[in-house]
Each structure stands twice: as C-alpha cells, then as structure tokens.
C-alpha cells in the first residue's frame, strides 16, 4: 500500500493531492484537499508538482492557483477530534444485556455469540459505578447506548433497573446522560414507550425497509414497520439501521421513497455497508458492491434531503469530521460480564475475544487490564504507511479497529479505495465550488 507517496512533502504540511476518478470529464485532473481547513480545488498535476517544489523550498512556477493553495494554508483550522490512549478517553459504555435474540438475521455479527446468556444486575451496576465515577473522565459528556448482542428488550426490566442507577450517578456528576437504544423493533415491552420519552432516550430500529428485503434478511415486515410507527407516533425520536446487501445495494432510492410513504414520521437513516469477508465470493465482488453503495448513495442522499430525511452512513459520518482514529474505542459491557473494546466482539464464542477483551467485573470491582487496552487503542492510529499520505488520513483515520483485526491487506485496500472515491465524490459535490 505505497499510495501517494511521491507528494509525502505535501502531505507532511497536511495537503493531500489525489487524482479523480469518478467524473469523466475530470479525468486527468486532480484534486487537492487541505483537510483541516476543509479546502478543496481541482488542478493539474504539473500544479501539484509545483506545489511540492514550493514546499520543498525548490524554485516554483508561481502561478495564481499554486499561490492560492498556499496561502489557504494560513486559514483557520477545524476543530479535530483527538483520542485518548488509555481508559480516559472511554465516553461511550455500551450496554449488551444478552446474547439472546428471537431473530436470525442472514448477517448477524453476532450468531456466533448466541449462548442465550444476559448479565446480572449486580455486574451491570459495578460497570456503571466504574464508567460514572465522578473522578473519571472528569467534565467529559459520558453517553450509554444499549444494543445487541442479542436483543436488548428481552432484558427490559434488567435494563431499566441499570439505566435509572446511571441516572442518578448523572445527577452526581450534573449531566443528562444521553441514552441510545438499538432494537430489532420486533417488542415493545409494557411502559417502554413512556419510559424512553420521560428519559428522551433515542431509539434505531434495525430495519431493511423494503418488504421483500426484510422479509429475506430479517422476517416480520408488518410487526416490525407497526412498530416503528408505533414509537414515531408516540413523539420518540426514531431512526434506521438498514444494512445494504448485493441484493438492495441498487435500491436506495426506492428505500427512502418506501420509508416516506410508509414511516412518514421517521426522518433519519443510515445505511450500512457490508464488511464480512464471508459475504464476498471474491475482491472483484467486494469491489464493485463498494462502488456501487457509495454511487447509489449520493443519489439516495439527493432524494432524502428532499423529502426531510437525514441519510449518513459509515463514510458520510467519517468525512462530516476530523479525528486522530477512525474509533475512539468503547466500554463495551458484555452479557458475559466483560469489557470489550468493540461490540461485535462480546462473547466467548467470538473468534477475536481474548484480543478484544480488556476488562472483566467481579465481586463489585471492574478490574481493567491497562497495558491491554493502551496497546489495542494506539494499534489503530493512522498505523498504516499508507494513512500517512492518504487523503483520508484525517477522516478515515486508519479505519475501524475490527476490519483492521479481519481483513487481508490486499482486502483493506479494497475499503481504502471506496473510501478515497467516498471522499472524491464529497468533496466534488459538496465542497468545491
Ligand atoms: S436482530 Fe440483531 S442480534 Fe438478532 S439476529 Fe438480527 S442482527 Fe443478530
Ligand atoms: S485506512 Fe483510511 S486513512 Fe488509512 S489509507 Fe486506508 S482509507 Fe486512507
Ligand atoms: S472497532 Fe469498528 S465496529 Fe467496533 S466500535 Fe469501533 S468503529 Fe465500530
């Protein structure tokens, strides 16, 4: 993955020159991206060239485009995100309250975890005692989000039981702790819907939207969409979680024109992109699924905002920011009674478990193993030689900590690729004038 290297200077000085490969009648040209003032112009590569002689300190053509990118160099610069290398930096606890679902999804991240087991609510408070403790992350905004795992409803009262003890430890600390909650949308236990809205906790329904689609994938359409509508029309705040698959990768518009006829309430989603290497029978499959989710998806986007739909997904939500690592890293409370550093890794039965696990809890302490989790947290910062001079090097910033633990290198560069041409597509329609 030797990508970019020829302008490393430029990249030393945060300027990224890249060519474009998504428009036709751009072709040949390039684009060179400041990221941290989020500047972009489209030039051609003798510019670049003479970019790099200027800030090698070599004579330069100086024509006006090349004085142009430089003194944009003195622009203010956005704010970046930067991650903490130890348990400091741990914001978000995730709560998995099981390893038990009445579903069976096609791409479950989780069937291979499904032991049927659910934490106990003296584990679950110790890990909230130990997340909340007014001397950690002092003044830092601490948020919950309780997802599967499993299904998390099917531990409801366990769950309520754990989210009021936070509440109250967030009355110590003087904050509202935000609370997000991610369900198959198949239950909706008694006094949840009151609950949620008394505590503004956020719901995401798990959801395919089309009905062949869910019905291929997940099951139970019309329980599912009843209920979704059920939650919007009580006045909760509610979103998708839709995974794109070959077979709905080319159906994105139909998927946002479906979700304002028959979820007319609902007004975020987001589409999922597909990693598993078992998914793709080759890197040519895995290829073309990747360009096609990023073209279909700006066409979506396109659609959505018309209809007052907010469409993100996995490249949208790392190109709308800057940070030092794609993942800040997660305080993942499994239904085992574990820490993981990420929540597709939570039981025994996952292949990555003994390198995701980073804590256990016991007998009212939750001990953290620190030199483990420092050494999972600086693994995945912009490690690549190949970040270094990526355009994405501050967005994508080394990617996602289980990728990196799953995918070959020559896979890898497969994501890279669809995240660079993500980045173009961005950049061209949205920033460049
Ligand atoms: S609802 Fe979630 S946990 Fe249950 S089978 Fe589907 S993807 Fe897996
Ligand atoms: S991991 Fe991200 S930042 Fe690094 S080379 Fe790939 S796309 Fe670029
Ligand atoms: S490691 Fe990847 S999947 Fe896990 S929480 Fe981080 S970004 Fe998400």
């Known amino acids: 993955m030797k990508k970019f290297m020829e302008f490393k200077a430029l990249a030393s000085k945060d300027i990224y020159p890249f060519p474009i490969t998504s428009d036709l009648e751009k072709l040949g040209k390039w684009i060179v991206y400041l990221p941290l003032i989020r500047y972009a112009t489209i030039v ?19 024509t006006p485009i090349v004085e142009d990118i430089l ?19 741990l914001l978000n606890m995730m ?16 069937a291979y975890g499904r032991s049927g087991k659910e934490i106990s609510y003296d584990k679950l408070s110790s890990a909230i005692d130990y997340f909340f403790d007014i001397s950690r992350a002092a003044n830092q905004r601490l948020t919950i989000s309780v997802l599967g795992g499993g299904e998390p409803l099917l531990s409801w009262d366990l769950l309520k039981r754990a989210l009021n003890h936070a509440f109250e430890l967030g009355v110590k600390r003087k904050t509202k702790i935000p609370v997000s909650l991610v369900t198959n949308g198949s239950l909706i236990p008694e006094n949840m819907l009151e609950y949620c809205k008394e505590n503004d906790i956020s719901v995401s329904v798990s959801f395919d939207i089309l009905e062949d689609i869910q019905r291929e994938q997940r099951g139970s359409y019309e329980l599912v969409k009843d209920n979704i509508n059920r939650i919007s029309d009580y006045g909760l705040d509610v979103a998708l979680n839709t995974v794109i698959t070959n077979s709905n990768v080319d159906r994105m518009k139909e998927m946002i024109l479906h979700m304002d006829n028959e979820m007319p309430l609902v007004k975020k989603v987001s589409f999922k992109s597909l990693i598993s290497n078992s998914y793709f029978s080759d890197m040519q499959a895995r290829e073309d699924y990747y360009r096609k989710f990023v073209d279909h998806f700006f066409e979506a986007k396109d659609l959505a905002q018309k209809k007052g739909i907010y469409l993100v997904c996995p490249y949208w939500n790392a190109v709308i920011c800057l940070a030092d690592r794609y993942c800040p890293g997660k305080f993942v409370v499994t239904a085992e009674g574990t820490i993981s550093i990420c929540h597709c890794v939570s039981s025994e039965k996952d292949l990555l478990y003994d390198k995701f696990i980073y804590g256990r809890i016991s007998e009212g302490h939750v001990d953290i193993d620190r030199e483990k989790l420092q050494a999972i947290l600086a693994f995945n910062q912009n490690k690549f030689d190949s970040c270094q001079t ?18 070959s290198e020559i896979e890898k560069e497969t994501y890279c690729v669809s995240m660079r041409y993500f980045l173009e597509k961005f950049l061209l329609k949205y920033v460049i004038q």
């Open 44 to 62: 051609d590569k003798d510019v670049v060239v003479e970019l790099q002689n200027a800030i090698c300190g070599r004579p330069y053509g100086k």
């Open 71 to 89: 003194s944009h160099m003195e622009d203010e610069k956005k704010k970046i995100y930067y991650t903490s290398s130890d348990e400091t930096g």
């Open 95 to 110: 709560i998995l309250p099981n390893n038990k679902c009445n579903f069976h999804c096609s791409y479950c991240y989780s």
């Open 390 to 407: 990526c355009p994405c090097r501050w967005h994508c910033a080394g990617g996602c900590y289980t990728d990196n633990c799953t995918m």
